[in-house]
């Protein structure tokens, strides 16, 4: 028997709403361990019900998984594209500038040599 596509928006019988909100959320914890087992990632999954009630599962401890997201973010917004861009930029300019000094050495080396052997 094959499976028909729903209509996802809210469900208005509470009874329905909790079933399906319970199947849901397990479906999503199972699939997080068995991504953090398969892949070796770091997972954390944080749910509120409606009711306001916390459900999680961390493959590590929560806590490290949040310090690392916000040093992630940190560091991403560090390097958005503009700014990694003004850094390429900047990269290349300075090699720019090494490569014709160290022309400039060759050429000033090369006819110093000319002259005086």
């Not at 596509?5 to 199972?30: E, W």
């Not at 390429?88 to 300019?93: K, N, P, S, V, Y």
């Amino acid at each position: 028997m094959a499976r028909g596509k729903i209509a996802i928006r809210r469900i208005d019988n509470p009874a329905s709403r909790q079933v399906t909100f319970s199947k849901r959320k397990s479906g999503l914890i199972k699939k997080a361990k068995e991504l953090a087992i398969l892949c070796d990632a770091q997972v954390g999954v944080t749910i509120f019900s409606s009711t306001g009630r916390l459900y999680e599962y961390s493959s590590s401890s929560m806590k490290s998984i949040f310090d690392r997201y916000n040093e992630e973010k940190e560091h991403h917004q560090l390097l958005t594209p503009s700014s990694a861009a003004k850094l390429w930029r900047t990269e290349a300019e300075r090699l720019r500038q090494q490569m014709e000094d160290l022309q400039e050495n060759y050429r000033f080396t090369y006819y110093f040599f000319q002259e005086h052997a």
